[in-house]
């Protein structure tokens, strides 16, 4: 079984940055994509970014583009969301995943996700 577990969010202030981290347990995730979803009230879940296993793709939501950069540390088993920029629009519960595919993920299809980090932009 695998465990993801997310950190770094919180309150701040348009313009502003953050960096998310999730961190994962268990066994490897060899292969895995790893992506980041959110969710605002009142919206349905999004994949935000995602990232192959190797790190050689990365793709992004049109909203984010220029603004939002995953990376991930296979020796840490970690991957990594920085968030510049940041706009109110950004205000929801960021998610952890992996999956075998980004298809599969773009698709909400996940094989593991963690509980979530809310991040909050103020105007």
């Known amino acids: 079984q695998v465990q993801l577990k997310e950190s770094g969010g919180g309150l701040v202030q348009a313009g502003g940055s953050l960096r998310l981290s999730c961190a994962a347990s268990g066994r490897a995730l060899g292969g895995y994509y790893m992506g980041w979803l959110r969710q605002a009230p009142g919206k349905e879940r999004e994949l935000v970014a995602a990232?192959?296993?190797?790190?050689?793709?990365?793709s992004y939501v049109d909203s984010v583009k220029g603004r939002f950069t995953i990376s991930r540390d296979n020796a840490k088993n970690t991957v990594y969301l920085q968030m510049n920029g940041l706009k109110p629009e950004d205000t929801a519960v960021y998610y952890c995943?992996?999956?075998?595919?980004?298809?599969?993920?773009?698709?909400?299809?996940?094989?593991?996700w963690g509980q979530g980090t809310q991040v909050t932009v103020s105007s």
């Open positions: 990232i192959s296993w190797g790190g050689g793709t990365t």
């Open positions: 995943a992996a999956q075998v595919t980004i298809t599969s993920m773009r698709r909400g299809e996940l094989a593991y």
